[in-house]
């Protein structure tokens, strides 16, 4: 039998229109391990922050295909751990999509728009322990787990999550 190709997602820079995938992803389910869903005013702010990468950091959308629709969200960001200075990762794809490697795929894409940024050696995610999936797509895309800790997200929320890290010095970071 002849293994699945893993599918090929393009990451386009965020603009004014993904509004609405915010509001698609802003769901309890999609929402359950990091707090639950932001009110119109929370995404509305969000919002603004993706579409200023020099302040914010640079968020996609992911696209499985030229045209296609958007099928989740992806980024990174400065954000210094363990006496370092780091990026951070986080993605999310609408559940309609989920369970077709396109999480993993974002993730490969976007460590290597980070390791392109060439801005720091290595590159965070910081899911909670409880949640599988996305702890699958940091071990499936080649990330190790350095340890638990306690994580604020949103802000004033903490959440136990598994701590992640990519290296992005090496030549070839899977």
């Known amino acids: 039998m002849t293994p699945t190709p893993a599918p090929r997602v393009l990451l386009e820079p965020w603009s004014e229109g993904d509004f609405d995938l915010l509001r698609r992803a802003n769901t309890p389910e999609m929402t359950a391990h990091l707090g639950g869903p932001e009110t119109e ?3 509305a702010d969000r919002h603004r922050r993706y579409l200023d990468p020099g302040a914010n950091g640079t968020m996609f959308r992911v696209v499985p295909q030229p045209g296609g629709p958007a099928v989740g969200s992806t980024g990174f960001w400065d954000h210094a751990w363990g006496g370092e200075p780091a990026y951070e990762t986080g993605y999310a794809i609408l559940p309609e999509f989920q369970g077709r490697g396109l999480a993993v795929a974002a993730t490969l894409a976007v460590v290597d728009r980070a390791r392109a940024e060439g801005g720091h050696r290595a590159l965070y995610a910081f899911p909670s322990v409880h949640h599988r999936a996305s702890n699958a797509v940091c071990r499936k895309s080649g990330f190790s787990l350095v340890e638990e800790c306690e994580f604020e ?3 004033g929320h903490f959440i136990r999550s598994n701590v ?6 090496a030549l070839d970071g899977r």
């Open 41 to 43: 005013e929370q995404l």
């Open 164 to 169: 992640w890290r990519m290296d992005l010095s």
């Open 153 to 155: 997200y949103p802000k």
